[in-house]
């Protein structure tokens, strides 16, 4: 059962107080109606971006264990499967198709670190790169950072903007043979997969008909190096909902992931932009 007002998902039995403030400004006089209206919708608009903002904090850390379980338990014939199962729902053209390059970073010979943080600094000479991130942003939590590790995934660096619930996880996959491209592909189907399942959960009906999803994928320049950005881009009646991120490259054998839950590709991109290069740095 979801509310009538805001979407709510309300368990059985459950009156949502955004119901009852409507009723009450109903029967006020003309005046007082108008502020209560007001105040009514600004309290609507919270509801939707604490949904929104926790929805974000917990979506990164379930497609990591998701991603995990598909390039480590199923074999790619059942891969094949399961993106054919996906293809009614899901009929968009390879966004893939037509980027060059294998993104493949040179090996500086450097030995392997998840990095350090240091306040809102994050630096790795092995990746060569360090950032500074907004002071919005706040490092995560003991758990935030186990619940991104797993035997194949490090975590070097996990930051959440509370605001919002805008999330930058840095993390280093054991792998393998797995190319960046291959790796995407997979990204891409456990996202939407996962993001339909979860909007299921939380939105109504009514609301989650208008949920429309969008791919995109670019080469883009991060401290001096090319990666491989890509984008699930979930909208509403045309105007980006939630953006959820990849940008990788590999190196030494370990594909390096940024993965980054924002309101847009624009902010995605921004945070990229604010990677340098550390040579030497820190060590």
């Not at 968009?92 to 294998?102: A, F, R, S, T, Y």
């Not at 805008?166 to 792998?175: G, K, N, T, W």
Request: charged share 30%; net charge negative; with cysteine.
């Amino acid at each position: 059962m979801y509310c009538s007002v805001c979407g709510r998902k309300l368990q059985e039995g459950e009156v949502c107080l955004c119901t009852i403030t409507e009723d009450i400004s109903e029967n006020r006089d003309s005046v007082s109606y108008g502020s209560d209206h007001i105040q009514a919708s600004v309290e609507q608009t919270d509801k939707k971006a604490k949904i929104k903002s926790q929805w974000k904090k917990l979506f990164i850390s379930v497609v990591v264990s998701l991603i995990f379980c598909l390039s480590s338990i199923i074999i790619p014939e059942v891969i094949k499967e399961l993106r054919k199962s996906n293809a009614p729902h899901n009929p968009e053209i390879n966004v893939l198709e037509g980027i060059e390059g294998d993104f493949i970073l040179e090996s500086s010979g450097a030995e392997y670190t998840k990095g350090t943080v240091n306040g809102n600094t994050y630096s790795n000479p092995w990746a060569n790169f360090k950032v500074n991130f907004d002071t919005r942003f706040e490092e995560g939590s003991e758990e935030d950072y186990y619940d991104h590790e797993s035997l194949l995934y490090d975590c070097g660096a996990c930051f959440i903007a509370d605001d919002d619930g805008d999330e930058i996880a840095i993390l280093f996959y054991d792998a393998g043979n797995t190319t960046v491209t291959e790796y995407v592909e997979e990204s891409f189907e456990v996202w939407q997969n996962t993001a339909e399942t979860m909007f299921e959960e939380t939105y109504s009906e009514d609301f989650i008909s208008k949920i429309t999803y969008r791919r995109d994928a670019k080469e883009v320049e991060l401290a001096g190096e090319k990666y491989l950005a890509s984008f699930l881009i979930a909208e509403v009646e045309g105007e980006e909902f939630i953006t959820y991120c990849d940008i990788c490259a590999k190196k030494d054998g370990r594909i390096i992931d940024i993965i980054i839950a924002a309101d847009n590709v624009d902010e995605c991109l921004k945070t990229a932009r604010a990677f340098e290069i550390c040579s030497g740095y820190g060590i």
